[in-house]
């Protein structure tokens, strides 16, 4: 009797939205008997609040490999990946290499494995902000031309992708693998008393929040950060907010040195706001789910809070995730603060967007993506 083939697939992460994503690919593709899944870590997230802790509470297995590539410039960044994973797929090749995505080691990941003909499933293919001054939309651009298979989120994905004549066959449409992760979670998620306590909140603040309930703020992007004038016009709208409505914001590394550099923690100084380290996610799930709002420019909260039903307003001028609008609960207030101060008023005067649960962001998208890897390996 011949054993039936069993096949290769290496899955690369670098940094935190991808290991959120990555958690359940992982889990489908480690059930299947005939798939034998790799993970390769990058290293360019590498702090234990922006990197290990979420391998412990996603339960994310032990990256085979880590290359430990670290902080640069986007250009730097990639490059590095670059050079560190070809010898890897040298030594050893598989036969499918899965990205999650749209960070620089989503890019640099593709970009080596075309060159080796090695296939390239992208998981969130399609977005489109349609502003190439975000890294995220050329490495998005560049990831899909050159994928094999375009594993999409929402319809938009589809659109978007058909418009720039990328053959339909390669499109599966499969749902949202970060709201696997939310269903896997929510049952674990931690309450907001605890990480008041751990992060050390005022006493007025946690009565402040359970008396009036409190928003939950993150803000990490080069555009919203790394302009002092920006960044200190938004930090003054945030403890305008807090005259309302008390605020929890964990900061991002990005987002702490800049407000260091700057020298503009004094704006915050008197304001009900707490700020904190970045948070684990079952500590960042517990506090959305409870938010009255969520102000944010991560990408993958605008999905959570749709997923949860949260109110969210969201601090950049586009999106690439057009179904948190149209279908969920997310509204785009562009990065001016008076739009900011209108929106926040909005959602506590009128309650604000109700929303629906977007097609197939139903916690079985990863089952999906390993259906069609499997279908496409038995093929090639
Ligand atoms: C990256 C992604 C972004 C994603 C974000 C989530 C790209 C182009 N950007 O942005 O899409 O939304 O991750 O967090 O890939 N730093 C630390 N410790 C760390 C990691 C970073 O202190 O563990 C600091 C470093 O000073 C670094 C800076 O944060 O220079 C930015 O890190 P980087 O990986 O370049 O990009 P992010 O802003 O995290």
Redesign the pocket.
Known sequence: MTTPPRFKVDCIVG???NFVKIAPVMRALAARPGLVPRLIHTG????FV??AVFFEELGIPAPDINLEVG?GT?TQ?TARIMLALEPVFLASRPDLLIVVG???STLAATLVASKLLIPVAHVEAGLRSRDRTM??EV?RLATDCLSDLLFVTERSAIDNLTKENIDPARITFVGNVMIDTLHACLARAIAPARTFGEIGAAEGFVKAADAKGFGFVTL?RPSNVDDPVKLGALLGALAEISKRLPLVFPA???TR?MIAAAGLDALLDGADIVTAPPLSYLRALGLMRAARLVVTD??GIQEETTALGVPCLTVRENTERPATIDEGTNTLIGTDPAALLAGVDEILTRGGKAGRIPHLWDGRAAERIADAVEAFLRRA
């Open positions: 940094a935190r939205p360019q997230h590498y702090d922006m990197n902080s986007n960044q749209d960070v620089n890294p995220e490495n990490h991002h590394p990005r040195g991560s990408g």
